[in-house]
């Protein structure tokens, strides 16, 4: 009565599918595999925002107040002397930190 692939309406038991639709057990699979697959990469992309951070975070140096601060490496063992800092916190990168003095000036007679 019908043509193999296509779909009746009403009545019972078991329906043919319209031609050019999918099984629904098939859409679901598609569904749970392409949020598998955006979970993974959702999850890299997180871990890569943690790292952007603790290496920012590393990056941050502080010289308080009443000092000055000098920029010195501990990767290559160099100060730059080139720079003075102001008190305050400032982006030196990473594996650098602060050589602190006091900026207070003391008269000699």
């Known amino acids: 009565m019908f043509e193999q692939g296509g779909h009746r309406l009403g009545g019972a038991g078991d329906y043919n599918v319209a031609p050019g639709m999918g099984?629904?057990?098939?859409?679901?699979?598609?569904a749970v595999e392409a949020c598998s697959q955006h979970g993974c990469s959702l999850g890299c992309g997180l871990c890569c925002l943690i790292v952007c951070g603790i290496a920012a975070l590393m990056s941050l140096g502080t010289v308080e107040p009443l000092n000055v601060g000098i920029r010195y490496n501990s990767f290559s063992k160099a100060a730059d002397t080139n720079q003075v800092y102001e008190p305050g916190r400032h982006l030196i990168g990473p594996f650098n930190k602060f050589l602190i003095f006091p900026s207070s000036i003391q008269t000699i007679e």
């Open 23 to 30: 099984q629904v057990g098939d859409q679901a699979g598609e």
